[in-house]
C-alpha cells in the first residue's frame, strides 16, 4: 500500500513562495499519478496539480496557472509544489493523492486511492 506523506506547509506572506513535499512510498513515482488537492475552510476540496507517473504530464488548475511549479526527486522518491506569488485565497490544507492512472482530463475530481494527512499553508501579512 502506498504512502505519502506531505510537509513543507507553515505561514507565508501574500506575494511569497512556499515549497510543499510530498514522499512517496513504497513505490516509486514512476508508478503513479500524483495529485495536489487543497481545501479551505467551509469550501470543497479543489484539485490544483496533477504529474501523471509513466508519461510525466504535467496540468495545473487555472487558478494556479503561472505561479505553482511541480519538481520532482526521483532519488527521494518525492514530489515538490512550489508556490510563487502566492495569494490568500492559497490558503488552506494542502494534500497529495496517488494513483496508478494517468492525470487525463477529469484529475480535478478525485479518484486518487491513496491520501497523505495533509498540510497546512496559511496565507497572512
Known amino acids: 500500500q502506498v504512502q505519502l506523506v506531505e510537509s513543507g506547509g507553515g505561514l507565508v506572506q501574500p506575494g511569497g513562495s512556499l515549497r510543499l513535499s510530498c514522499a512517496v512510498s513504497?513505490?516509486?513515482?514512476?508508478?503513479?499519478?500524483i495529485g495536489w488537492f487543497r481545501q479551505a475552510p467551509g469550501k470543497e476540496r479543489e484539485g490544483v496539480s496533477c504529474?501523471?507517473?509513466?508519461?510525466?504530464?504535467?496540468y495545473f488548475a487555472d487558478a494556479v496557472k503561472g505561479r505553482f511549479t511541480i519538481a520532482r526527486d526521483n532519488a527521494k522518491n518525492t514530489l515538490y509544489l512550489q508556490m510563487n506569488n502566492v495569494k490568500p485565497e492559497d490558503a488552506g490544507v494542502y494534500y497529495c493523492?496517488?494513483?496508478?492512472?494517468?492525470?487525463?482530463?477529469?484529475?480535478?475530481?478525485?479518484?486518487?486511492?491513496?491520501w497523505g494527512r495533509g498540510t497546512q499553508v496559511t496565507v497572512s501579512s
Open positions: 513504497p513505490f516509486t513515482l514512476d508508478y503513479y499519478a
Open positions: 504529474v501523471g507517473g509513466s508519461d510525466g504530464k504535467t
Open positions: 493523492a496517488a494513483e496508478v492512472r494517468p492525470c487525463g482530463t477529469s484529475w480535478q475530481l478525485g479518484g486518487f486511492g491513496s
